[in-house]
């Protein structure tokens, strides 16, 4: 049995017994870490709003034998996630969460990925009485929206799938047009001539490619709010449909962007 000291952000708990909690941790140092916390939701829990879900926090792990879980023993509050006037954030935050507990692997460090979404939770968090957000005072589901598919973007990129956004992801020939092909399957845009006879490809529009690009040419949260509003509901359809293709099923919580967040057509009824 061996310690060790990581900076964690929470994507799960579920109960186990009466007081104690099965935690699910990203961590920087140690990657995805499924961990028991002794007496976690007791009243005076020593781990107190620690372990709460969205919770930043650092943790001491004992990593026990293969097949057994690990055990949290230290859990020390670092920032806490706020829900404020904005129940979106919350929203947003939880399908974050599910969406890196899906895409990671028990053990498997991955910090650019960590320090990405730890960003992304604390940009969602309502700020504290008496300060500003992160996000500025125009803060709403506009910049929530472009902040989700930012951190998708980025998720993908740190896996390795980004798709193509410039150049056919076949043959690299610039994508041009109003309506450019874009392949579920085959990494992106497609030319004209690369398009015929495959499956899985879609029709978008130039204004969701634009948004995507400006949105995935930085994985720096600054500057967001310089973006333009994205078309959201058909940016949305492509990332639900890329993640499902990768995971090989949909996300419980992806069906709430759906429903918290919808498209300007839909907003201008």
């Known amino acids: 049995m061996s310690a060790e000291k990581a900076q964690a952000l929470v994507l799960r708990a579920r109960p186990f017994g009466e007081t104690s909690a099965i935690i699910t941790l990203l961590t920087r140092e140690a990657g995805k870490v499924r961990g028991l916390a002794k007496g976690a939701w007791r009243p005076k829990s020593k781990f107190d709003a ?55 692997v028990d053990a498997d460090p991955q910090p ?48 390795g799938q980004l798709p193509s956004l410039y150049c056919c992801a076949e043959c690299q020939e610039p994508l041009e047009g109003r309506r450019i092909s874009f392949s579920m399957l085959g990494g992106g845009g497609l030319c004209t001539r690369c398009r ?36 959201f509901g058909e940016i949305r359809a492509i990332m639900n449909t890329l993640f499902a293709n990768i995971l090989g099923y949909r996300l419980r919580t992806s069906h709430w962007l759906a429903t918290t967040f919808p498209s300007s057509r839909e907003k201008n009824r």
Do not use: M, W
Request: aromatic share 6%.
């Open 50 to 104: 620690a372990l709460d879900l969205l919770s930043i926090c650092q943790v001491l792990v004992l990593h026990r034998s293969s097949g057994n879980l690990d055990l949290l023993t230290e859990a020390f509050l670092e920032h806490r996630f706020r829900i404020g006037r904005h129940e979106a954030s919350f929203a947003a935050g939880l399908y974050i969460a599910e969406l890196l507990d899906s895409v990671t």
């Open 112 to 159: 650019k990925l960590f320090d990405l979404a730890t960003k992304a939770i604390r940009l969602l968090s309502a700020p504290r009485p008496g300060q500003s957000s992160e996000l500025g005072p125009a803060f709403d589901t506009r910049n929530i929206s472009a902040l989700i598919i930012h951190t998708e973007l980025g998720i993908l990129h740190q896996l």
């Open 196 to 231: 015929r006879g495959k499956r899985s490809v879609v029709s978008v529009s130039s204004d969701a490619i634009i948004s995507l690009r400006k949105l995935a040419s930085s994985f720096d949260q600054s500057g967001l709010l310089a973006q333009p509003e994205p078309p």
